[in-house]
């Protein structure tokens, strides 16, 4: 539907921001059937004009709203969007390919199993699948963890540029105070591992009695990197483990899942 502005009399305080609404007017323009749209289709569907598009466009992309394609210049629905509503996460197509292949891992190991992403300062969790006997963590789709303390928020550092690496070290500098030091150490030691093993570790740094590894996914189609995780009980799963076995398991899901979106695309 072309974006529209409510007429005066229908807003009398004027509350309504037209600027969010022309923003939001760029999301709704997508449908189920849609894999990926341009600047003149958005205009089209939308009835604004191309230059403003285009601002908004880029400003969505900023924000992860949207996925801009190096090699099309097209836009998909980005990672923030899946966070405005379950029914997003429900119907994204990575969640439909990466869930059974999690199951199979976690039933196997019989360890917690989790797909998340990151927003700002925190991992944000789009999937979540257990081993019938293993550790029920506290997390759940749409849950959120700390990036600095979990193997999941450590396998998404990896992957971040240095500027952006940098600022977030900044911000959670002046929000960790005192703590900051030894939460340093522990990513360090995390890249480390990934640069070493190709995964990150967190050995009781989110929860005492957890232990977890960490590894990016990267999707080469635009949006940012998301991240798998395999972790349970430290009783049961102690750092050999999780060296020896589960990690090197985690970064064949991780290689599986690519290619189930390859093929599925």
């Not at 969790?125 to 029920?136: F, P």
């Amino acid at each position: 539907m072309p974006f529209a502005e409510p007429d005066a009399d229908e807003d009398p305080g004027r509350q309504f921001v037209t600027a969010l609404a022309r923003g939001l007017s760029i999301l709704k323009a997508f449908t189920q059937g849609d894999t990926s749209l341009g600047n003149q289709e958005l205009a089209e569907r939308t009835g604004l004009t191309k230059p403003t598009v285009s601002r908004l466009t880029y400003t969505l992309t900023r924000l992860g709203y949207l996925a801009c394609s190096p090699q099309t210049g097209r836009y998909e629905l980005g990672t923030s969007a899946l966070a405005l509503g379950y029914w997003a996460m429900a119907g994204s197509y990575i969640r439909q390919v990466a869930k059974p292949l999690m199951e199979r891992v976690s039933e196997e190991l019989n360890l917690c199993c989790a797909l998340g992403y990151r927003d700002e300062a925190d991992a944000v969790y789009l999937e979540h699948t257990r081993g019938s006997g293993a550790l029920i963590m506290s997390v759940q789709s749409g849950s959120r963890t700390p990036l600095v303390t979990t193997a999941m928020g450590r396998a998404l550092i990896a992957v971040m540029d240095r500027g952006e690496r940098d600022k977030l070290f900044a911000a959670e500098k002046v929000r960790y105070g005192a703590q900051w030091p030894r939460i340093l150490k522990g990513i360090q030691e995390g890249l480390k591992d990934y640069q070493a093993r190709g995964f990150t570790l967190s050995l009781g740094d989110w929860e005492k009695e957890i232990n977890a590894v960490g590894v990016p996914l990267e999707l080469n189609d635009g949006n940012p990197p998301m991240a798998l995780i395999l972790g349970g009980s430290s009783y049961v799963v102690d750092r050999q483990r999780l060296v020896e076995h589960v990690g090197p398991r985690l970064a064949e899901l991780a290689a599986q899942i690519r290619q189930g979106l390859k093929f599925r695309g």
